[in-house]
């Protein structure tokens, strides 16, 4: 996976429909109770772009809502984060289904809800709660330039599938191994890397989107929400065979924040997920890892333009 990503968040004045995946669920009314009856939140995230920004996303639009938040931005790695917020350090994260289940050992597919569920139940056992999930994704993926998805109509990856000798593949060095990568193209979409034409390239990285843009290659392995496929204007090929795991965003808290937190702090966080499509976090990658805007500025950005806040 990218070494590098960004996120975002906001606030709703709006009541909003809680989806089925929301502990609780049904739809009520932000509160209105004064910040001095509400919990301080102290936000954390992991140590990239993408999970920054929406840390920085989920504390603003908190904020306005009344709410005294502290951050701890870009922390490390998910055992670092997951150590922080279990002590009590942090009590809110944005985190990925696929990989934070995979963690916690629960049950993982390319079924959002189901990976969603199953992780529910493990952060139960650790007195963790997880609100909505974005519908947006970040997940390993396959692009192409816009004049090759035009020449031979690719869309999706079963449509690759039928040229894929005819192109080169720009692949990381460990695909051959990787159950989502080599096997998985094989056993899923009948793709055999072994009789392609490969050039072995960090995935998710600036050389392999150069590369594919430079035309050295034909089919570059990316994360869906990599800021270069909007700097490029690359086709990001659908998953329409599913075998990539689901890694939609969510946040996750401490149970004791979300008991003591009024309504209007999931629906809140809710709001923001909401809005977190993948052609957003694409969007707020670009603006924070090409534009170099600050977090801070990103994410108040982001809010008032999804008019959250």
């Known amino acids: 996976m990218r070494t590098r990503r960004t996120l975002a968040l906001g606030a709703v004045l709006l009541a909003l429909v809680i989806s089925a995946c929301t502990p609780g669920g049904g739809s009520t009314t932000p509160s209105a109770s004064p910040a001095a009856q509400k919990p301080e939140v102290t936000v954390g995230s992991a140590g990239f772009d993408e999970s920054a920004v929406v840390a920085e996303i989920y504390a603003q639009a908190l904020e306005a809502h009344g709410y005294t938040v502290k951050r701890q931005l870009e922390i490390g790695e998910r055992p670092d984060v997951q150590a922080a917020l279990t002590s009590g350090r942090v009590n809110l994260v944005p985190e990925y289904l696929g990989g934070l289940a995979s963690y916690l050992k629960a049950d993982v597919s390319s079924d959002a ?28 993926g396959w692009a192409v330039r816009k004049e ?5 109509n690719l869309k999706a990856m079963s449509d690759v599938a039928k040229v894929a000798d005819q192109l080169v593949w720009g692949l990381a060095p460990g695909c051959p191994t990787n159950p989502v990568c080599g096997p998985g193209l094989k056993s899923t979409y009948g793709i055999d890397i072994s009789k392609l034409q490969v050039e072995s ?26 800021p270069d496929i909007q700097r490029f204007n690359f086709v990001l090929l659908e998953d329409d065979k599913a075998l990539q795991p689901a890694q939609n965003l969510a946040p996750v808290a401490r149970k004791d924040l979300a008991d003591a937190a ?21 969007k707020l990658n670009v603006e924070v890892s090409v534009n170099q805007t600050s977090f801070a500025n990103a994410a108040s950005q982001w809010l008032k333009d999804q008019g959250l806040i």
Request: overall charge negative; charged content about 20%.
């Open 113 to 140: 809800k189901a990976t969603f569920d199953a992780m529910q139940v493990k952060l139960a056992a650790e007195d963790l709660i997880a609100f909505d999930y974005s519908p947006g994704t970040d997940a390993d």
């Open 148 to 152: 090759t998805a035009d020449q031979l």
């Open 201 to 226: 390239l960090s995935p998710c990285s600036t050389e392999m989107a150069q590369a594919l843009n430079n035309s050295a290659i034909d089919v570059a392995q990316v994360c869906t929400t990599q």
């Open 262 to 282: 009024p309504a209007d702090f999931a629906e809140t966080l809710n709001a923001v997920s909401a809005k977190l499509t993948t052609d957003e976090l694409t």
